[in-house]
């Protein structure tokens, strides 16, 4: 299913009286662990995750490193052979501040390119607290959330439970199996991202989002066109520690597949090295 479609059907049924989705995410929660998840202070899971750029893929393995209330980091290793050092990217935040640098043995920490701090950090504190969203069944501490029950929906053949999930800046929805009450989808939209047509027959490809313009860009482009579906698919669950999450992530843009995780590597409460949020680094 279209997440076009996904989404206009969530809207049509979003005219009934709003409900208290507290039922919904409470069985959500006690599938993915329960009591469990209330131990959880530091965690890690890690594999593989799958960029794909038109026709081009690459592969990179990464892990996502988070040490409860307000610290997390993606560490991604591109690279290691004997032409390409290896390079470790660190994308995340510390408190408020972000957490940005790239790391390789054979060149010296680069000083990170910040241009505003609290847009950055705000991006990150986004990225990840859907996540947690969806592996905790509730809303981080750094990242506020409200929700709304809309009733009962169907994705891709199978029954799920819908909830509009609601930020300062951006409203989305949660799909839940209705069967398992395991997180299913997670759907928001985003405005475009604009850039200038770098040649005249354009560029080889078209990334999902990226709308390509004649000359200069101007701040209001993006806001003059249709705004781009995202969706973040969940599967795989498998239960360890007690602890049931996804090992599969997809996500999609324009209905396009642009990234694909695979977590084969789950720890809970591990010993992490606080230089990895290291955020004057």
């Known amino acids: 299913m279209k997440l076009s479609l996904l989404l206009a059907g969530i809207i049509s049924i979003a005219l009934a009286p709003a409900q208290n989705a507290d039922g919904v995410l409470a069985a959500m929660r006690a599938a993915l662990g329960g009591d469990a998840l209330n131990d959880v202070k530091t965690f890690t899971i890690g594999g593989t ?21 307000d610290k997390c980091v993606r560490r991604t290793r591109q690279g290691g052979g004997m032409a390409i050092p290896a390079t470790t990217i660190y994308e995340g935040f510390s408190g408020d501040d972000p957490v940005l640098r790239r790391d390789s043995p054979r060149r010296p920490p680069a000083a990170p390119n910040v241009p505003d701090p609290a847009i950055t950090t705000s991006r990150f504190k986004g990225e990840f607290g859907r996540l947690q969203l969806v592996l905790f069944g509730a809303a981080p501490v750094t990242y506020p959330l409200q929700f709304v029950s809309i009733g009962p929906n169907r994705f891709e053949g199978r029954a799920v439970d819908a909830i509009e999930v609601k930020h300062e800046e951006f409203t989305a929805k949660l799909l839940v199996d209705a069967a398992t009450h395991l997180p299913a989808v997670f759907a928001w939209t985003t405005p475009p991202v604009v850039l200038s047509k770098p040649l005249p027959d354009g560029p080889p490809y078209a990334l999902p989002g990226v709308v390509y313009v004649p000359g200069p860009v101007t701040p209001d482009m993006a806001a003059s066109l249709p705004l781009v579906e995202n969706q973040l698919e969940f599967s795989a669950f498998k239960t360890s520690d007690g602890i049931t999450w996804p090992r599969r992530i997809l996500k999609r843009v324009q209905g396009h597949i642009t990234e694909a995780w695979r977590l084969e590597t789950v720890k809970i409460n591990p010993r992490v090295d606080p230089r990895w949020f290291d955020a004057s680094r």
């Not at 995750?49 to 209330?69: K, N, S, Y």
């Open 49 to 69: 995750v799958e960029r794909r750029f038109g026709e081009r893929t690459m592969t990179f393995t990464a892990d996502l490193t988070c040490q409860l209330p």
